[in-house]
């Protein structure tokens, strides 16, 4: 098949082309830098150079690839300050929603058969009932005020895609990445800021997080590109654990001193309520749906082991 990626250089794009390339599939790839063709190049791909946000560029790049495939993997994340979470989402906002809306148009245009696009797991869902969510638990009806522009740009891509009735629709609720090129790696902001003791556990630290390393959710994005059914998929690990567990046993696996704790009210003083939920209220998430349908079993089953690898 010819799979049309937007956002081949990202962190997710850099795993994903070479893998598609790899199964036998003609990759265009996207990239918004003139001096980043050479990298889709290196990855196997033939390289376009365009603004997302433009919808003339947008459609004149998907006509004249012709793609069977859309898949949407970007987003534009300089740095995370939690206590203006939306601000540091504003551009991948707009790319969750406008950007989102170009694809669709200009993927119908020349009928894709598949359009399968990012979205995330974990601090969407509602932070009600059980630790683990499922596919068909409802996302948070109340989100913390420096996060509600986001999850509605996250609401929109989901319900954009899903909606979508000449094509197949997939969605794919990524966790937390850790490995090559993501925050959670050497040199990435997470990671040094556990290494230098600037990560605390915030109250109970008994927030829910769900893991996947990113070959690993490059790998079900290939299997959701070769023969995904309309719907969403969580794609995580099979761990989801809290904060006061995953947190000190990463310090531990990277020779970091352990994590300062920190009661709510300081933690909600220097990070805002967007930490504090991330902290103490998210919940993690269930992968068996994707297991089953997409046929996919992540080769790292626990951040336990991923993170010491």
Request: no cysteine.
């Amino acid at each position: 098949m010819k799979v049309f990626v937007a956002g081949a250089t990202g962190a997710m794009g850099k795993q994903l082309v070479p893998r598609l390339v790899a199964a036998g599939h003609r990759v265009v790839g996207t990239t918004r830098s003139e001096a980043n063709q050479a990298t889709v190049w290196d990855l196997g791909a033939t390289p376009v150079v365009l603004d997302a946000l433009d919808p003339e560029q947008v459609a004149e790049a998907v006509a004249q690839a012709q793609p069977d495939v859309i898949v949407h993997e970007l987003t534009s994340i300089a740095s995370l300050d939690m206590r203006h979470f939306d601000r540091s989402f504003a551009m991948t906002n707009r790319l969750r929603t406008e950007g989102t809306d170009h694809l669709l148009s200009a993927g119908r245009a020349v009928g894709v058969k598949r359009f399968v696009i990012q979205s995330y797991t974990s601090w969407p869902y509602a932070r009600t009932g059980g630790p683990v969510k499922t596919e068909d638990d409802p996302l948070d009806p109340t989100p913390a005020r420096e996060m509600r522009e986001s999850l509605a740009a996250i609401r929109h891509l989901e319900e954009a895609v899903i909606g979508a009735d000449w094509t197949e629709g997939i969605v794919l609720r990524y966790g937390g990445f850790y490995g090559p090129g993501t925050s959670l790696s050497p040199g990435g902001e997470q990671f040094e800021m556990v290494r230098k003791r600037k990560f605390p556990v915030v109250g109970d630290g008994g927030g829910m997080w769900s893991f996947v390393h990113i070959a690993d959710a490059a790998e079900a994005t290939v299997a959701a590109v070769e023969h995904g059914k309309r719907g969403i998929y969580n794609v995580v690990d099979d761990d989801p654990a809290a904060v006061a567990e995953w947190l000190p046993a990463l310090a531990k696996s990277i020779g970091a001193p352990k994590p300062w704790h920190v009661p709510l009210f300081v933690g909600r003083v220097m990070a805002g309520e967007a930490a504090i939920v991330m902290m103490t209220e998210i919940r993690g998430a269930s992968n068996a749906k994707a297991k089953q349908e997409l046929g996919w079993e992540p080769r790292h089953p626990s951040w336990r082991e991923g993170f010491a690898a």
